[in-house]
């Protein structure tokens, strides 16, 4: 019997925490709907795990704080975004994220389609065939 990989759906990589702040069925909801595009747009993303925080105290006027981080192969990716509404907050995080995992994909694909070439200090010796 061959051993079957059980597809991960993006609800079980998805973490959604709030500090200071009730989470609410629609917030819950907001955030996972503009996590499953990230998830779309790269199949080898680890974990997602998103922060909401409401800071009351900031000069008189309620703001909310989106973190973001992405687990990924290579180094993580970590993005915080300050509004004043927390459903802007958490689109603009998304895209922030989005446009982070794009730079990356084609960093990646510069590298593949244009290898460069290695210089060695030392002359290699020659193979009699």
Not at 53 to 77: C, S, W
Not at 83 to 95: G, P, V, W
Not at 117 to 122: D, K, N
Request: with cysteine; net charge positive; hydrophobic share 40%.
């Amino acid at each position: 019997m061959k051993n079957q990989t059980i597809p991960s759906s993006a609800a079980d990589r998805l973490i959604v925490r709030g500090i200071h702040l009730e989470l609410t069925e629609a917030l819950k909801n907001a955030v996972e709907s503009k996590c499953e595009k990230l998830f779309r747009h790269q199949e080898r993303i680890v974990r997602i795990r998103v922060d909401l925080e409401h800071d009351k105290l900031h000069k008189g006027k309620p703001r909310f704080i989106a973190k973001g981080h992405i687990e990924i192969g290579g180094p993580d990716m970590i993005v915080s975004i300050t509004d004043e509404d927390a459903y802007k907050a958490i689109d603009l995080m998304t895209q922030k994220l989005d446009r982070l995992l794009r730079v990356r994909a084609t960093a990646y694909k510069k590298k593949r389609l244009h290898p460069r070439a290695v210089e060695l200090p030392v002359d290699l010796p020659k193979v009699a065939c």
